[in-house]
């Protein structure tokens, strides 16, 4: 902790955790890049906006980390701080009278504009009316002080703070404090002997064996850059890009085929996140001449226990999520294997990604900027849960804007429907990279391989690869 004086108040101020050092790093090596996150949660009723306020501001006071903001020390060392409450203003805007497709297109151009780095809300909230008779909160948030689940619960915490005051419904329990987090994860990263076993663990897994780069769009990138280096035996591929100019499309799943994978889940007792997993890895060995050696950078949320899952803040670690999958390992053998590959992840989860990355390209001797995977999962299992005793079935919907850059090729997120629960596949990709024609490839035999994996779990990874 440091005590730094900030606009003439002296406040405590606490280091980065690793989480956020990943994103800091991110903007301070790619000055174009842009940490926003921007969502939108609207539902299908007459709102009343002066209660809305209300409502945004007691989830204000719920989460501290919408309080967050961030001080450079003299040094250039970055720390981070909360304030006080406060009733900062909250705009309203009224769409209503346009296409719904120009009201989105206004979020979009919103999320791209950064916030200011130092000592200035690392938030903002907007009160919307959209076309159609849905209303309420855009929400753009820096994402060194959320993530996708602080998001949910924050707008969790809003509906419920609204539905408390304008039809008396249970106030929402209190959530953990953020500050007390913080310092069990600096206490981590303090040589302690929890992160010197995660340490030899990921040491272990580097000097396994070299990874294989497999590429969603297929081997040519791989292939082009061994004769451009005169290396046909290079295992990694250059992966950043001069443009890191992004977008997003989103692919819904329907309802029905979406229950089939769930309940295939819940048979077998498998996590959704290993079946997608086995879903992509196959389609990166079909693309990549039935390549065996396939890593995927798999999204890890951190937060296990009640402090990590209540306390708001950024959380997520990425780490590679590498299988050699035999052609003849059965499908439900697959997904097993990636649930064990992936449990022993999440025990070594706390250590720091670029810590980690760092050290695998100096053991293998790659070049900055290089990788084995060329393509990312996050599978985000909450949703705003409308059958509770605490909210109203009230119809709603959700979207997330993209921010228009990416650092990386090709970033899908699988999430549920609101309206639903059916599975929408965002894939946010790098323009200059990924092809709106490759993107619909990949999804079209992601979804191939998922239901001809579920129709029989005893088919082979081999039988998949020649019938799809």
């Known amino acids: 902790m440091k005590e730094l004086n900030i606009n003439g108040a002296v406040m405590q101020c606490y280091p980065l955790s690793a989480a956020q050092r990943l994103h800091y790093y991110t903007i301070r090596y790619c000055p174009t890049q842009v940490l926003c996150i921007g969502t939108g949660l609207y539902v299908q009723q007459d709102v009343d906006f002066n209660v809305l306020k209300k409502a945004v501001y007691a989830a204000y006071k719920m989460f501290e980390t919408m309080r967050l903001r961030f001080a450079q020390d003299e040094e250039g060392n970055v720390f981070q701080y909360i304030v006080p409450f406060e009733e900062r203003e909250i705009p309203f805007e009224d769409y209503s009278n346009c296409s719904e497709e120009e009201a989105h297109a206004a979020m979009r151009r919103r999320t791209a504009v950064p916030f200011e780095r130092f000592n200035s809300p690392m938030n903002e909230v907007v009160m919307v009316k959209l076309p159609g008779g849905y209303s309420g909160i855009y929400l753009k948030v820096d994402h060194m002080t959320m993530d996708s689940a602080s998001i949910i619960g924050f707008n969790k915490a809003v509906l419920e703070n609204y539905c408390h005051m304008k039809y008396d419904y249970p106030e929402p329990a209190p959530l953990k404090p953020y500050i007390p987090q913080l310092l069990k994860d600096l206490e981590y990263e303090a040589d302690s002997e929890a992160k010197k076993r995660d340490e030899e663990f990921w040491a272990a897994k ?136 992936q449990n022993k992840i999440f025990r070594h989860a706390n250590y720091d990604p670029i810590e980690l990355i760092m050290k695998r390209g100096q053991y293998w001797k790659y070049k900055p900027g290089t990788s084995y995977e060329s393509i990312s999962l996050t599978y985000q299992p909450l949703t705003i849960n409308r059958n509770t005793p605490d909210m109203p079935d009230i119809a709603y919907k959700s979207f997330w804007y993209t921010n228009g850059v990416a650092g990386q090729p090709l970033y899908l997120t699988v999430m549920h429907r609101p309206e639903d629960n059916g599975l929408n596949f965002n894939f946010e990709y790098r323009v200059d990279a990924v092809t709106e024609q490759e993107m619909e490839y990949f999804y079209y035999y992601l979804c191939r391989v998922l239901f001809r994996g579920i129709e029989d779990e005893n088919r082979t990874i081999g039988e998949i690869l020649e019938m799809i």
């Open 206 to 341: 580097i000097a396994e064996s070299e990874p294989m780069y497999t590429d969603f769009a297929g081997q040519g990138r791989l292939l082009t850059q061994r004769r451009e280096n005169g290396n046909p035996n290079q295992r990694y591929a250059m992966v950043v890009s001069k443009s890191p100019e992004a977008s997003i499309s989103v692919y819904p799943l329907e309802k029905e085929p979406s229950m089939r994978l769930m309940k295939f889940c819940e048979l077998y007792n498998v996590p959704m996140a290993s079946l997608l997993l086995m879903g992509m890895r196959t389609v990166l060995s079909k693309f990549n001449d039935n390549e065996k050696d396939v890593t995927i950078k798999s999204c890890v949320a951190r937060r296990g226990t009640l402090s990590e899952k209540y306390s708001g803040g950024t959380r997520i670690h990425f780490f590679p999520m590498r299988t050699i999958l035999e052609p003849d390992v059965t499908f439900l053998d697959g997904i097993k294997a990636i649930s064990a590959e």
